[in-house]
């Protein structure tokens, strides 16, 4: 790669050696399948919190997206999912190796939903459920095995973790009750639908990108919806509790989804959130648990319940 990497794309070397290793390949792999690909880059380069995105031309004089993907295992069949969608409600996949992990996509527009009113994108993004959510093809990772996982660790957690025990226990509780549930798995579902993952786009107004596809449920979905774009939120009428409500009871309104399961799936996915930040940062390590987000996962889990 001539130019040098996004300084943010060079700091996920830091996220541990598997992160440093994809990260000091990055460039060749740049370099090698721009010629590959026959692909000329035409723009300044992207990134999120897992990929580097490089705006291109195609041989045909296309504009597309060349997306590399850093190691982790929830990207795993993002080109698979795209494929199934088709580009009904999503960005088109144009070619895909899944085993280099990169994606040729469809370019959409610079301007993703943050910069509209939370509530507009609510609708937005709940309007897409309905076009997303799909028969999941088999490949795809079934949630009741994720959450199964999730709510033991959970559950292992010490007493003095940094979290109301009356929320862990009802998570754990909730979880294992999805873990045994048969509509838990079946749908194809994007899992972090929010903000910043909806693009505009020419064809139709908004278009969701970058899914972390699982055989879930529907009532999965709302959560990156809340606790995204929280920090805005302390300065909403009446604060953040009953601003997160409105978000809330938007998505379930429009999308015609149950209530008390989608309330019951904010509950267990704020808390595993958490979960995952404990276990990132254990006591006596290196680094210390981020207490803002901690505090967010309590507040989001709190509000849509009380
Ligand atoms: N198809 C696309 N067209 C235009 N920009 C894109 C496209 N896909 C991604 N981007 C840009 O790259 C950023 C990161 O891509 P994304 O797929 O969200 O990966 P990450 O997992 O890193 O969040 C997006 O927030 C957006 O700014
Ligand atoms: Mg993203």
Redesign the pocket.
């Known amino acids: 790669m001539t130019s040098r990497l996004p300084d943010a794309v060079a700091a996920f070397a830091q996220r541990g050696p598997g992160w440093d290793t994809w990260v000091r390949r990055l460039p060749r792999l740049v370099d090698d399948v721009l010629g590959e690909w026959r692909l000329r880059p035409d723009g300044a380069p ?8 490089l ?1 291109v031309t195609t041989d045909d004089g296309e504009s ?2 060349l ?1 590399l ?2 190691p982790g295992w929830e ?1 795993e069949h ?1 080109p698979l999912a795209l494929q199934h969608w088709g580009g009904r409600g999503t ?1 088109q996949l144009l070619r895909a190796d899944p085993r280099r992990r990169l994606l040729l ?6 301007l ?1 939903l943050r910069d509209q009113w939370d509530l507009e994108a609510c609708e937005v993004v709940a309007g897409l459920y309905g076009r997303l959510h799909r028969s999941a093809p088999p490949q795809l990772r079934p949630l009741s095995g994720a959450v199964a996982r999730w709510s033991d660790r959970l559950a292992a957690l010490p007493r003095d973790a940094p979290l109301p025990r009356r929320l862990v226990e009802q998570a754990v509780a909730l979880g294992r009750g999805f873990a045994t549930d048969p509509a838990t798995d079946g749908v194809m579902v994007h899992s ?1 639908l929010h903000y ?2 909806v ?1 505009a786009a020419e064809r139709e107004p908004w ?1 969701a ?2 899914p ?1 596809p699982l055989s879930g449920d529907p009532h999965y979905e709302p959560a990156p919806m809340l606790w995204n774009r929280v920090e805005e939120l302390d300065a909403a009428p009446g604060g953040v509790r009953d601003a997160l409500r409105r978000r809330f009871h938007t998505l379930v309104d429009v999308a015609g989804l149950d209530e008390q399961r989608a309330r019951d799936w904010v509950v267990v996915r704020m808390l595993h959130n958490a979960l995952w930040e404990l276990e990132d940062h254990p006591p006596g390590g290196a680094t210390t648990p981020d207490r803002a987000w901690l505090t967010t996962c309590v507040t989001v889990a709190k509000a849509v319940q009380d």
Do not use: F, Q
Request: glycine share 6%; proline share 3%; aromatic share 0%.
């Open positions: 992207r990134s999120g919190s897992t990929a580097l995105v705006p597309a997206v997306k993907v850093g990207e993002e960005v996509l469809e370019r959409l527009h610079d993703d972090d910043e993952n693009l278009l990108i970058d972390k």
